[in-house]
């Protein structure tokens, strides 16, 4: 990145708490890419304990790594869209919940409000699928978002095929990857990645 201008990089953090240890290893990867991160946090990722960890510790973390307090809520979220100084923003995990809400249009909560006012800027919003129904109720949202302007994903595959069938994560060490794509107005190839 020497000799261009610092990137900003939205990222917004939703409550698929299984995922939060390798996002903040996502997060450290970024940081040292020189990138401005900014987190934006759920009110779930922000306030809800769960058998992963006390949000408290994870917001805390978040903030350390990226030196940013970063979004809270809807009317924080919302300058995002008149300003536009976000160069790409990544939903990174992106529940079934907020692919649901995402697909129809609805901004009740800071993430979302985030999408909507960043789209409207027509730059890249990145998604990195986590959620158990991705192959049931929320399939129909993945296929209308993989087609609309200016939406990507990062690469994802059945985590748990035998367990959970319907249930689809995106292999989050390519978000990195997925961004440098994504600010080319590129989808990173092959979209649909086993795991092992």
Known sequence: MSGKERLTVGFAITGSFCTYEKIKEVL???MKQNLHVIPIFSEEARGLDTRFGKAEDFVKEVREITSEQGICT????EPIGPFGFLDILVIAPCTGNTLAKLCSGITDTPVLMAAKAHLRNEKPLLISVSTNDAMGMNFKNIGALYNMKHVYFVPFGQDDW???????ISHVELIPQSIQAALHGKQLQPVLRAYQ
């Open 74 to 77: 809807i009317p924080q979220a």
């Open 28 to 30: 450290r990867i970024l």
């Open 162 to 168: 035998t367990k959970k069938p319907n249930s689809l």
